[in-house]
């Protein structure tokens, strides 16, 4: 049994809602960090560092970063940046790989990595079983982020058991669908159809995650 504190209980409630809860942790702790940031560290040199050595922000958090809409902020992040790359002493150095991984990401990876070291230290309180043996709806990359931080047998047969409840659903799923779109009209308006609609999204929520916009970020 692991220890039950904070980094739990913040798990357990993710648990509670729809998707994956380690794409929700992701999502979530990008959209904090740069809130954060914008808030009160926008003069702070060690993140004007950071966002200098990265080269700016990468996408999916410069997409954070517009819906955030702070224009002086985002500015004054990227002013240290711009003044490196005017004082570089030669081409090479203007187009030389970054020194580091952008600051959003950075704070993102240590936010996942405590998540998923609680679900593995706890997999075996009641909460997690419960979650394990119902439906998890954990994204592949993050089903195997799991899998390789664990030794325990058992865990990794759930996990596994969990993977493979989720293959044969989509098999199900596509199968259905690929036939239905090859029937005729009249087979079309079956009722059974509108279930599939969504089929293709769960291919890319399955194996890609899901990245949620800023107004749904709610949580921890
Ligand atoms: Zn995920
Ligand atoms: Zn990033």
């Known amino acids: ?3 039950r504190h904070t980094p739990f209980f913040n798990l357990v409630e993710l ?3 729809d998707g994956c809860p380690f794409c929700r942790t992701v999502n979530a702790a990008g959209h904090r960090y740069l809130r954060t940031t914008l808030y009160e560290f926008v003069n702070d040199p060690s993140v004007r560092n950071q966002t200098a050595q990265s080269r700016g922000f990468c996408l999916q958090h410069a997409d954070v970063l517009r819906a955030l809409t702070d224009p002086l902020g985002v500015v004054l992040l990227h002013e240290t940046l711009i003044h490196k790359l005017l004082r570089s002493a030669s081409d090479a150095e203007l187009f030389a790989a970054p020194e580091g991984i952008c600051p959003a990401c950075r704070y993102v990876e240590e936010s996942l990595n405590l998540q998923l070291s609680t679900f593995v230290d706890n997999h075996d309180e009641p909460e997690i079983q419960q979650y ?3 439906r998890p709806q954990i ?3 993050h089903l195997r982020q799991l899998a390789k931080r664990t ?5 990794l ?8 409840r989720q293959l044969e659903a989509l098999d199900k ?9 090859n029937a005729t009209l009249e087979q079309r308006s079956s009722p059974d159809l ?5 089929v293709w999204l769960d291919c890319l929520q399955f194996f890609s995650g899901s990245v949620t916009s800023a107004s749904e970020e709610k949580q921890p």
Do not use: D
């Open 173 to 181: 799923k596509i199968h259905e669908f690929v036939a239905a779109e």
């Open 15 to 17: 648990l509670k809602q």
């Open 194 to 198: 509108e279930g599939l609609a969504y």
């Open 139 to 141: 994204c592949f990359p």
């Open 132 to 134: 394990l043996s119902t």
């Open 1 to 3: 049994m692991g220890y």
């Open 151 to 155: 030794r325990n047998k058992v865990l």
């Open 157 to 164: 047969r759930q996990l596994a058991a969990a993977t493979r």
